[in-house]
């Protein structure tokens, strides 16, 4: 088992440029979701998934948008890069909570930079 | 969401048991405590987590006071590769918030030698 895979680790957008990034899970997990950290700070949680076509805003959504056509991947797009989306992004992934086992797994993580 | 409140840092002396408070004071009955840590910039990693009963594993024990307003990780022999952020979240089922994962501030944990 890979667990949470993400791509790319690492990226230099220019202002208004547009990027995916993608996350990958191998487990089988039903819930997916993406967080961003600030230098400093604490995690946020951007967008949330509990399962293929189902997506919810999190604490931080503005200029972020989510799709999970199916049950491994969940890729966040950013539209119009801003410097403040500059970040490191983290994916993660758990089974149902309430059922069992369900800890959440985390990838590494892509560190974005926007200048 | 129910929120959690932790010291923003502590320091713990190699070898010794590390004890990590967190309050939460509004945690409803079918919501869980959990323990994670960030070592360095990494990902985040489980540790531990519990309902009612104390819990332990190989890494942590989990203390949960009996109306569960507060809760303590402990580890008990703490060594350097344990300096981290260690984050207490409160999370419910799919029925109770839909099961997300609220990060708070967290506490960075120093051991020394």
């Known amino acids: 088992n890979a667990g949470v895979t993400q791509t790319p680790k690492f990226r230099i957008l220019k202002i208004g440029q547009s990027m995916t990034l993608q996350c990958t899970q191998d487990?089988?997990?039903?819930?997916m979701y993406w967080y961003r950290q600030d230098p400093g700070m604490g995690l946020k949680l951007i967008y949330y998934?509990?399962?293929?076509?189902?997506?919810d805003k999190g604490e931080v959504p503005n200029g972020y948008n989510v799709s999970r056509s199916t049950t491994e991947d969940f890729p966040l797009r950013l539209e119009l890069a801003a410097p403040s989306q500059t970040s490191v992004y983290f994916c993660?992934?758990?089974?149902?909570?309430?059922?069992?086992?369900?800890?959440?797994?985390f990838g590494q993580g892509t560190r974005l930079t926007v200048v | 969401d129910a929120k959690t409140t932790q010291p923003p840092s502590m320091d713990c002396a190699e070898g010794r048991a590390a004890n990590l408070p967190c309050n939460h004071s509004?945690?409803?009955?079918?919501?869980?405590v959990y323990w994670y840590r960030q070592i360095h910039s990494q990902g985040p990693q489980y540790i531990i987590h519990g309902l009612k009963n104390n819990e332990t594993n190989e890494m942590a024990s989990l203390i949960i006071t009996e109306d569960r307003k507060s809760s303590t990780l402990i580890l008990p022999h703490a060594t350097l590769r344990d300096t981290a952020v260690y984050y207490c979240?409160?999370?419910?089922?799919?029925?109770?918030?839909?099961?997300?994962?609220?990060f708070g501030q967290g506490t960075e944990l120093s051991v020394k030698p």
């Open positions: 979240i409160v999370r419910g089922d799919r029925y109770n918030q839909g099961g997300k994962l609220i």
């Open positions: 993660a992934s758990s089974k149902t909570p309430g059922q069992g086992w369900s800890e959440a797994f």
């Open positions: 509004t945690i409803s009955g079918n919501e869980y």
């Open positions: 998934s509990v399962g293929a076509g189902i997506t």
């Open positions: 487990m089988n997990h039903n819930y």
